[in-house]
């Protein structure tokens, strides 16, 4: 007997059912709301999500199938050949509207100051399902709120144990911080131990909440739906490029939610990308042109300022002349930085920044596999990453393939948290990492999976074994078949890359080596966001330098001659191109602040002040059409440090302090995984140099001197100390290895 169905017009493992009258086809093993969902035909729900499991726990998709004789949950009832189902019978409407009615038992009657009012499912289900008089006479239930942290606030009494934010923190976030306390009329929905959400993702479940329980805590009580306009921009945070809107009332954005792209970040957002606009609104953003008389700073006119800009780049031309560029500058900006390096007649460009090794000439690359089918991949291995931190939705794309039998390998100088078991991993020196990859039991594991990838992080890759760890990660992914993605150390690195933002002379850290005597900063706090520090800014000290700058921090100050205040992402329309090479565009949202330009305008008139060829455009849309990659080889750098004595440094970015904007986003700053400064140690090590758990320690190096908190933990590999970077106390250690002892 033939297994395919006797209808031709069914594909193979497929039924045929009728909804609603229509005749239709469904995969076998899908549930009648898949079917419905496809065709367009509405059901109404509220614990039901496509990215979630099947809870079937609120009944409000309630249907009438043919031949059953009670309604069936509409996400929990396969589909079977010959089905007919009805949504809108007198049964099935009966049903939906008498679970309304018990929905709303215990709701409270608090729209008018609920800040979900007027985005709300289950206003806009009432509405159709609810009854206008409730015979419920009784009091209703009053559940106590939990304080979860500072980014999601909680209205448990509005709450009907949808049990979405569950599911979510279980199965997508890894962390199963909420579930359900009590039974029957009693249950909740809590924490356990009423301690802050830990996850990266935890914004997410204000997203899926159904209802107000769970909602925006910076956002709480600042303005209505109705009174938002949605605009498209991206997460500039990290190299996957999220899709985002922007809610923007009369020119503030006063929050972030995602933007559906299930090749980029599926509905999801991290909460980085999601609470980071804060940061836009900080007491020391660039609002005015600024110049330095004196050493003392004074506002100017934007005539005065360029003019000052453009006599310093006219007097330090050629190999004089350095510019360092923020790799999450947009691709507009980024050509137009290459061709007024052009018309300086400087190669010393580069967007580099935050990497000591550049010794193999190597730059951001498109990943290997796609991310849309990392979750589909069979063996991953992970190298000098601390990927929840780096990349948290590529993270969750690593546990919906472990979830799918993946087996995961990690090769890395500390045993991080992860949100998924591990098959293997070696935790070494981060000298021993490009060793570890040649590891023949790794290798074997590899080679019998049938969808490999290798992804190399930012402690391997601005460490000062990057190049050795590359060529390791190379040979690895050659000789196993596994797609190697490197993740691009910045927002726009690969576009920068393509738009050629790249040295064909000196690189970054020559260029602040062997200081030069003028530079151009874009977008750079120079305190924080370069991989040496000390040497950064003892170059920039004795420099002149015209600094396009989103904040007048102080470190900028120390350093500058001319602050000329630029727009960042969400107040400008930009491409950016992420780690799939996927070209995106975000469009203005938030009003530029002061006298702030667009930085492409802004290039656009230093430009045509130089009487620059390249520069004649008019509009942005100008700027576009004259757009082209520029292939340009970046030199050879410098090889780094040989030190070989004291413990080698590991040094990881602090997920919230991994840029000027995010730094100074206040929630994100009050956040569990915000930890202050300190070094982390093996506990051997720590033994043999006399130092204690919360105790204090003096580490130096070539570059600098830090006095830290200890930390003792036998996840860190012997001979290492692991510190996170983005913080001032750490900053001046850059990277290679400390003389360590007790403070």
């Not at 059901?43 to 999500?49: Q, S, V, W």
């Not at 490197?486 to 602040?512: E, F």
């Not at 009003?591 to 702030?596: F, M």
């Amino acid at each position: 007997m033939s297994a395919q169905p006797s209808n031709p017009n069914v594909p193979p493992d497929h039924v045929s059912i009728e909804i609603d009258g229509v005749p239709m086809t469904a995969p076998k093993g899908s549930m009648i709301i898949h079917a419905a969902d496809k065709a367009g035909i509405p059901i109404p729900r509220f614990c039901y999500h496509d990215k979630l499991s099947i809870a079937a726990n609120c009944r409000m998709c309630l249907v009438e199938v043919e031949k059953m004789g009670k309604p069936a949950p509409a996400c929990a009832t396969p589909v079977m050949d010959g089905m007919k189902v009805t949504t809108r019978s007198d049964k099935a409407l009966k049903s939906q509207r008498n679970v309304m009615e018990f929905l709303l038992i215990n709701h409270p009657l608090d729209c008018p100051i609920c800040d979900q009012g007027g985005e709300c499912e289950l206003q806009d289900l009432s509405m159709g399902y609810g009854r206008s008089v409730s015979r419920f006479a009784e009091r209703k239930r009053v559940v106590p709120d939990e304080d979860i942290g500072p980014l999601v606030a909680t209205e448990m009494t509005r709450c009907i144990q949808c049990t979405r934010c569950v599911r979510f923190t279980a199965e997508v976030a890894g962390t199963y911080e909420l579930g359900g306390m009590y039974r029957g009329e009693n249950l909740q929905i809590g924490t356990y131990d009423g301690k802050p959400l830990t996850t990266e993702l935890s914004g997410n479940v204000i997203d899926v909440c159904p209802v107000g329980a769970l909602t925006n805590k910076p956002f709480q009580f600042k303005a209505r739906a109705w009174e938002l306009m949605a605009r498209e921009s991206l997460g500039y945070h990290d190299a996957l490029g999220s899709n985002l809107f922007h809610h923007v009332r009369r020119g503030e954005v006063l929050r972030s939610v995602p933007r559906d792209n299930d090749a980029v970040n599926e509905c999801w957002l991290s909460d980085r990308d999601r609470y980071s606009f804060q940061g836009l609104y900080a007491d020391d953003r660039a609002t005015i042109p600024m110049v330095k008389d004196g050493g003392e700073w004074r506002e100017a006119s934007w005539d005065e300022a360029l003019a000052k800009a453009a006599q310093i780049l006219r007097d330090n031309g050629a190999d004089q002349l350095g510019m360092l560029v923020h790799p999450a500058t947009s691709n507009e900006e980024g050509a137009l930085l290459a061709r007024l390096a052009d018309a300086l007649g400087t190669g010393n460009l580069d967007h580099r920044i935050s990497q000591h090794d550049l010794s193999d000439a190597a730059t951001a690359d498109v990943f290997g596999m796609r991310v849309a089918e990392i979750d589909k991949a069979d063996v991953i291995v992970i190298v000098g990453a601390n990927l929840r931190h780096e990349l948290p939705l590529v993270n969750a794309r690593v546990r919906k393939a472990w979830q799918n039998g993946a087996r995961v390998h990690v090769v890395n100088p500390v045993d991080f948290d992860q949100t998924f078991d591990l098959a293997g991993k070696q935790i070494v020196a981060p000298s021993q990492m490009a060793a570890a990859l040649a590891n023949a039991e790794l290798r074997e594991a590899a080679k019998a999976g049938s969808s490999a990838v290798v992804i190399v992080g930012a402690l391997a890759e601005n460490g000062p074994h990057a190049s050795s760890i590359r060529a390791a990660a190379n040979d690895f992914a050659a000789a196993t078949g596994a797609a190697l993605c490197r993740i691009p150390q910045g927002a726009n690195a690969i576009g920068l890359a393509d738009h050629g933002v790249l040295p064909s002379g000196r690189d970054a850290g020559s260029m602040l080596a062997e200081p030069r005597t003028a530079y151009v900063l874009y977008g750079i706090e120079s305190g924080l966001d370069f991989a040496d520090t000390a040497s950064a800014m003892k170059a920039l000290g004795s420099a002149q330098v015209v600094a396009f700058s989103h904040f007048a921090c102080s470190s900028t100050r120390a350093v500058a001659d001319v602050i000329l205040p630029i727009g960042l992402l969400p107040e400008i329309d930009a491409t950016l191109t992420n780690l799939d090479g996927r070209e995106q565009s975000a469009t203005a949202g938030g009003k530029l602040p002061g006298q702030a330009r667009a930085g492409w305008r802004v290039l656009r008139a230093l430009g045509g002040a130089l009487e620059a060829a390249g520069f004649e455009f008019t509009d942005l849309a100008g700027l576009r059409a004259s757009l082209a990659k520029r292939e340009v080889a970046p030199m050879v750098g410098r090889p780094p440090s040989t030190a070989t004595e004291g413990l080698e440094i590991a040094v990881s970015t602090a997920i919230y302090r991994s840029d000027a904007v995010v730094r100074r986003a206040a929630a994100l700053q009050s956040h569990p995984l915000n930890i202050p400064p300190r070094a982390v140690l093996n506990r051997a090590d720590a033994d043999a140099l006399g130092l204690v758990d919360g105790g204090t320690g003096k580490f130096g190096s070539d570059a600098g001197t830090a006095t830290l908190s200890v930390s003792v933990s036998d996840k860190v590999a012997p001979g290492t100390v692991w510190i996170e970077g983005g913080h001032g106390a750490t900053a001046p250690l850059g990277a290679g290895r400390v003389q360590a002892g007790r403070a």
